[in-house]
Nanobody, 118 residues
Framework: QVRLVESGGGLVQPGGSLRLSCVAS????????MGWYRQAPGKQRELVAD???????NYADSMKGRFTISRDNSKTTVYLQMNSLKAEDTAVYYC????????????WGQGTQVTVSS
C-alpha cells in the first residue's frame, strides 16, 4: 500500500504561482513513477506531469513551460511548481503513484483544489 497526501492548493490570481507537494508513505520502494493529474468541473481527469524512477519527466503539452515537476532526494515527495497560472488551470489536482503490485491506475491522493481567479 502507498499513501499519498497532497498540499499546497489554494486561490491565486491569474499570472500567479503555486507549488503543490505530495508526500508518499508506505511501500514507497514499490513506486515506479509519481505524477500529477487534474480534474476540472465537468471534465475528465487529465495528466499534468509525471516523473519516473530515474527522474525522467513527462508533461502534457498545455503545461510545458509553465509547470515543473520535481522530487526530493528521498524520492518520497513530489512537487509541482505552477507558474503563469490561468483561469483554465482551475481544478482539483491529484497526486498519483504507479507501483509494482498496486492498482492498475495507481494509488491516488485525496486531491487539492487550485482556483485561479481575480
Amino acid at each position: 500500500q502507498v499513501r499519498l497526501v497532497e498540499s499546497g492548493g489554494g486561490l491565486v490570481q491569474p499570472g500567479g504561482s503555486l507549488r503543490l507537494s505530495c508526500v508518499a508513505s508506505g511501500s514507497i520502494f514499490r513506486i515506479n513513477a509519481m505524477g500529477w493529474y487534474r480534474q476540472a468541473p465537468g471534465k475528465q481527469r487529465e495528466l499534468v506531469a509525471d516523473i519516473n524512477r530515474i527522474g525522467r519527466t513527462n508533461y502534457a503539452d498545455s503545461m510545458k513551460g509553465r509547470f515543473t515537476i520535481s522530487r526530493d532526494n528521498s524520492k518520497t515527495t513530489v512537487y509541482l511548481q505552477m507558474n503563469s497560472l490561468k483561469a483554465e488551470d482551475t481544478a482539483v489536482y491529484y497526486c498519483n503513484a504507479a507501483a509494482d503490485g498496486g492498482p492498475s491506475d495507481g494509488y491516488w491522493g485525496q486531491g487539492t483544489q487550485v482556483t485561479v481567479s481575480s
